[in-house]
């Protein structure tokens, strides 16, 4: 078994400011991924990192970067903090690509 | 329109008694996931499918590719049932991101 951890659990940040989410896994999965929850809605995919060195654009990419600083670490940059940012973000990963996902317990971001 | 459907928005169960939850795909779906959001909003991983039937305790599921469809049956609800179910595919041709529906809203009443 393995676990997905998310600093922090809740953030608040000002518009306009840069923030960091980050996201460590220690299944040993290959893939991770970072989404964005809505209220009372489906999640969408923002990046995903195949492997170790790679990073490719999900369908939400506009306003944020990603890193993959490590097999176990993904971060996601929220690169300008708008107000209707107000979402939960989830990461999760899998053993490969292509695989079950599992996910983390999620970052709640609160623009003021 | 939405690549995954989700049927019904929202659901009010009896203790006890059994129902069913419905994805519909408009893409060609070759994996799907199905998730319990907690009311702490944890996703809880239950069912990993490729066409075919799965089943776990009071829970079975179900993937027809051709049909363009997954169900979740739920049989004898219990409290702890309640939270909000996701389906999640898997497009072949589109790597490895999950296209979510909007959920499923459960709540088992005593």
């Known amino acids: 078994g393995g676990i997905i951890t998310q600093t922090p659990k809740f953030l608040i940040g000002q518009e306009g400011q840069k923030l960091t989410l980050k996201c460590q896994q220690n299944?040993?999965?290959?893939?991770m991924y970072w989404y964005r929850q809505d209220s009372g809605k489906g999640l969408r995919l923002i990046y995903y990192?195949?492997?170790?060195?790679?990073?490719q654009k999900g369908d939400l990419s506009e306003g944020y970067d990603a890193s993959r600083e490590k097999k176990s670490s993904f971060s996601l940059t929220v690169t300008s903090a708008q107000k209707n940012e107000m979402a939960v973000f989830l990461c999760?990963?899998?053993?490969?690509?292509?695989?079950?996902?599992?996910f983390g317990p999620g970052t709640r971001l609160t623009v003021l | 329109g939405d690549k995954v459907k989700q049927s019904p928005s929202a659901l009010s169960l009896q203790e006890g008694t059994n129902s069913a939850l419905r994805c519909n795909f408009s893409?060609?779906?070759?994996?799907v996931q199905w998730f319990l959001q907690n009311p702490r909003g944890s996703l809880i991983n239950l069912f990993y499918?490729?066409?075919g039937t799965k089943e776990n305790g009071r829970l079975k599921s179900a993937f027809d590719s051709k049909e363009s469809y997954s169900t979740l049956h739920i049989r004898d609800a219990q409290l702890e049932d309640s939270g909000t179910y996701f389906c999640?595919?898997?497009?072949?041709?589109?790597?490895?991101?999950?296209?979510f529906g909007g959920g499923t809203r459960l709540t088992v009443r005593p």
């Open positions: 299944f040993n999965h290959d893939t």
């Open positions: 999640a595919a898997e497009e072949g041709n589109a790597g490895a991101k999950l296209t």
């Open positions: 499918l490729v066409p």
């Open positions: 893409i060609a779906a070759t994996t």
């Open positions: 990192s195949i492997t170790e060195n790679d990073l």
């Open positions: 999760a990963s899998s053993i490969q690509f292509y695989a079950e996902q599992f």
